[in-house]
C-alpha cells in the first residue's frame, strides 16, 4: 500500500470514530480518536495471538511503513503549528514573556535532569544496565510540552487567561530548548563526538533564534503578499506557503522550522488579521484552519493510539512504564511549582496555576518522534534482546498515552475551579 493510500485509510477511520464519538460519546475529539485507535488495536493483537485472523503483523508493519518520526516532524507539524499560532493574542503573550521564558527554559532543563537522575536510581535498585545518559536522554525528550497536545486539548476548555496563554506559549516556544538539550545529549550518547560549551551556544543560536529570526521574516513577507492582493481566495491560500515551502526552507538553512511556525503564526494571527486580510478572509481565516487542524489532528493521535502495535513488551518494559508516568507528573509538579516561587515575588496568581500547569502539561506525538529517531541496536539486555530504544520508547507512549488519555480527560474541573475562583476574586486581571 502506497504512503498515500495508507494516510487516506488513517483519514477514514480517524472521521469514522469522530462522527460516532459526536453522536455517542461526546469526548474531546482527539481523546476519543486516541481511545479508539488503542480498543482497535487491542483487538488486532489480542486477534492475532488468539489465532482468529493475522492481522497483528500486517498492522504493524502498515504502522512502520509511514514512518512516523518523518509523518510528524517533516510533515505535519508545521501545518498543526502554524494553525495553533494564528490563534494567539500578542498582548497576552507580552503580558507573560517572562513567565513563558521561565517554563520555556528553566522548567525544561530542571525537568531534564530530574527525570534523568532519578530514572537512573530506579534502574541501579532493578539491576538493569541502562547508562545514565541514555536516562537522561528520555528526560530531555519527555520534559518539553507538547504544544500540538495541548492545543488540541487544553486550548479549547476556555481557561482563564493568564494560565492558558502561559500554558500554551510554554508549549509553543519551549520546542527550540529542548532541541538543543535532546541534540547535545543525543551527540554525547551515538555521536561520537564531545560537545563544547562553543558548540552548545552555536546549536543554541542557529537553531532556537535563528527559527526565530526566520520566523520573523517569514511571517512579515506573508503579511506584505496579503497585504497587496484583494482576492480573497488568494489570501487564504497565501497563507499555506508557511508551513509547507516555509517550513521545508528552514529544514534547507539549519534552523527550527517549529518555532519559525510559531512566530510567523503570530505575525499574522494578529497583525496581517488586524491590517492584511480583507474583511471576508479576516471571518474565514480561522474557519479554514480549525478545519486543516482538525483533520491532521484527528491522523495524528490517530497513529499514536495504533504505535503500539510496532512494539515489542517484556516484563521489564511495564515495569518501567507504569514507574515513568508518575516520575514525569512529579517533575513537572517540582519544575513549575519552583517557578512560581519566583513568580509570586512580582504577581498575584491563580491558586490553581500550578495544579492546571502540572496536570495540563501533556506530552504527545512530538516526544514519540524524537524517542523513534533513537537507534536499535544498542543492547540492554541482550538474552530477552531489549535494547535502549525500545525502552526509551515504552516509556514514552505510557506518558503520552497517559497524558492525552487521562490528564486530557480529567483536566476540566481544575479548569473549572480556576474559572469560578477568577470570577469571585480577581475581577481585575491586571494587578
Same mark, same amino acid.
Given at each position: 500500500?502506497?504512503?498515500?493510500?495508507?494516510?487516506?485509510?488513517?483519514?477514514?477511520?480517524?472521521?469514522?470514530?469522530? =462522527?460516532?464519538?459526536?453522536?455517542?460519546?461526546?469526548?474531546?475529539?482527539?481523546?476519543?480518536? !486516541?481511545?479508539?485507535?488503542?480498543?482497535?488495536?487491542?483487538?488486532?493483537?489480542?486477534?492475532?495471538?488468539? #489465532?482468529?485472523?493475522?492481522?497483528?503483523?500486517?498492522?504493524? /508493519?502498515?504502522?512502520?511503513?509511514?514512518?512516523?518520526?518523518?509523518?510528524?516532524?517533516?510533515?505535519?507539524?508545521?501545518?498543526?503549528?502554524?494553525?495553533?499560532?494564528?490563534?494567539?493574542?500578542?498582548?497576552?503573550?507580552?503580558?507573560?514573556?517572562?513567565?513563558?521564558?521561565?517554563?520555556?527554559?528553566?522548567?525544561?532543563?530542571?525537568?531534564?535532569?530530574?527525570?534523568?537522575?532519578?530514572?537512573?536510581?530506579?534502574?541501579?535498585?532493578?539491576?538493569?544496565?541502562?547508562?545514565?545518559?541514555?536516562?537522561?536522554?528520555?528526560?530531555?525528550?519527555?520534559?518539553? !510540552?507538547?504544544?500540538?497536545?495541548?492545543?488540541?486539548?487544553?486550548?479549547?476548555?476556555?481557561? +482563564?487567561?493568564?494560565?492558558?496563554?502561559?500554558?500554551?506559549?510554554?508549549?509553543?516556544?519551549?520546542?527550540?530548548?529542548? %532541541?538543543?538539550?535532546?541534540?547535545?545529549?543525543? @551527540? %554525547?550518547?551515538?555521536?561520537?563526538?564531545?560537545?563544547?560549551?562553543?558548540?552548545?551556544?552555536?546549536?543554541?543560536?542557529?537553531?532556537?533564534? #535563528?527559527?526565530?529570526?526566520?520566523?520573523?521574516?517569514?511571517?512579515?513577507?506573508?503579511?506584505?503578499?496579503?497585504? /497587496?492582493?484583494?482576492?480573497?481566495?488568494?489570501?487564504?491560500?497565501? !497563507?499555506?506557503?508557511?508551513?509547507?515551502? #516555509?517550513?521545508?526552507?528552514?529544514?534547507?538553512?539549519?534552523?527550527?522550522?517549529?518555532?519559525?511556525?510559531?512566530?510567523?503564526?503570530?505575525?499574522?494571527?494578529?497583525?496581517?488579521?488586524?491590517?492584511?486580510?480583507?474583511?471576508?478572509?479576516?471571518?474565514?481565516?480561522?474557519?479554514?484552519?480549525? %478545519?486543516?487542524?482538525?483533520?491532521?489532528?484527528?491522523?495524528?493521535?490517530? =497513529?499514536?493510539?495504533?504505535?503500539?502495535? @510496532?512494539? @515489542?513488551? /517484556?516484563?521489564?518494559?511495564?515495569?518501567?512504564?507504569?514507574?515513568?508516568?508518575?516520575?514525569?507528573?512529579? @517533575?513537572?509538579?517540582?519544575?513549575?511549582?519552583?517557578?512560581?516561587?519566583?513568580?509570586?515575588?512580582?504577581?498575584?496568581?491563580?491558586?490553581?496555576?500550578? +495544579?492546571?500547569? !502540572?496536570? #495540563?502539561?501533556?506530552?504527545?506525538?512530538?516526544?514519540?518522534?524524537?524517542?523513534?529517531?533513537?537507534?536499535?541496536?544498542?543492547?540492554?539486555?541482550?538474552?530477552?534482546?531489549?535494547?535502549?530504544?525500545?525502552?526509551?520508547?515504552?516509556?514514552?507512549?505510557?506518558?503520552?498515552?497517559?497524558?492525552?488519555?487521562?490528564?486530557?480527560?480529567?483536566?476540566?474541573?481544575?479548569?473549572?475551579?480556576?474559572?469560578?475562583?477568577?470570577?469571585?476574586?480577581?475581577?481585575?486581571?491586571?494587578?
Amino acid at each position: 500500500m502506497s504512503v498515500y493510500a495508507t494516510l487516506c485509510l488513517l483519514a477514514a477511520i480517524a472521521m469514522l470514530i469522530s =462522527l460516532i464519538n459526536d453522536r455517542i460519546g461526546k469526548f474531546q475529539t482527539t481523546i476519543a480518536i !486516541t481511545a479508539g485507535a488503542l480498543i482497535l488495536s487491542l483487538i488486532i493483537v489480542i486477534a492475532g495471538h488468539a #489465532g482468529w485472523f493475522a492481522l497483528d503483523e500486517n498492522a504493524a /508493519h502498515f504502522i512502520n511503513e509511514l514512518n512516523f518520526e518523518d509523518f510528524l516532524l517533516k510533515g505535519i507539524l508545521g501545518f498543526l503549528l502554524f494553525a495553533g499560532a494564528l490563534g494567539i493574542k500578542l498582548p497576552h503573550l507580552r503580558d507573560q514573556k517572562w513567565e513563558i521564558a521561565t517554563l520555556a527554559m528553566g522548567s525544561t532543563l530542571f525537568s531534564t535532569f530530574f527525570i534523568g537522575f532519578a530514572l537512573w536510581g530506579l534502574v541501579t535498585l532493578l539491576g538493569i544496565d541502562f547508562d545514565l545518559i541514555y536516562c537522561l536522554l528520555f528526560g530531555a525528550l519527555i520534559s518539553p !510540552t507538547d504544544p500540538i497536545a495541548v492545543l488540541a486539548i487544553v486550548k479549547k476548555m476556555n481557561a +482563564p487567561r493568564r494560565i492558558s496563554t502561559q500554558i500554551e506559549g510554554e508549549s509553543l516556544f519551549n520546542d527550540g530548548f529542548g %532541541l538543543v538539550i535532546f541534540v547535545t545529549l543525543y @551527540s %554525547l550518547a551515538f555521536g561520537g563526538t564531545q560537545p563544547t560549551v562553543m558548540s552548545i551556544g552555536h546549536l543554541f543560536l542557529q537553531e532556537a533564534v #535563528g527559527g526565530i529570526l526566520y520566523g520573523f521574516l517569514l511571517g512579515q513577507l506573508c503579511h506584505y503578499l496579503i497585504r /497587496h492582493t484583494d482576492n480573497h481566495s488568494m489570501e487564504l491560500m497565501l !497563507t499555506m506557503l508557511v508551513p509547507t515551502s #516555509g517550513y521545508v526552507f528552514a529544514e534547507l538553512i539549519e534552523v527550527s522550522g517549529p518555532l519559525a511556525m510559531v512566530v510567523a503564526g503570530i505575525i499574522i494571527g494578529n497583525r496581517t488579521r488586524r491590517k492584511g486580510f480583507s474583511e471576508e478572509s479576516r471571518q474565514h481565516l480561522d474557519h479554514f484552519w480549525e %478545519l486543516v487542524d482538525e483533520f491532521l489532528n484527528g491522523v495524528l493521535f490517530l =497513529l499514536i493510539g495504533m504505535t503500539m502495535m @510496532s512494539f @515489542s513488551f /517484556h516484563p521489564e518494559d511495564w515495569v518501567l512504564m507504569l514507574a515513568a508516568v508518575p516520575l514525569v507528573l512529579l @517533575s513537572r509538579f517540582l519544575s513549575v511549582r519552583t517557578a512560581y516561587v519566583g513568580f509570586h515575588r512580582f504577581r498575584r496568581y491563580n491558586p490553581w496555576s500550578v +495544579p492546571i500547569l !502540572t496536570w #495540563g502539561g501533556l506530552r504527545g506525538g512530538l516526544a514519540l518522534a524524537m524517542a523513534m529517531s533513537i537507534p536499535a541496536g544498542i543492547m540492554v539486555i541482550p538474552d530477552k534482546g531489549i535494547d535502549v530504544r525500545e525502552i526509551i520508547l515504552v516509556m514514552t507512549y505510557s506518558v503520552v498515552v497517559f497524558s492525552i488519555l487521562i490528564q486530557g480527560s480529567s483536566i476540566t474541573p481544575m479548569i473549572r475551579r480556576a474559572k469560578t475562583w477568577e470570577q469571585d476574586n480577581f475581577r481585575n486581571p491586571k494587578r
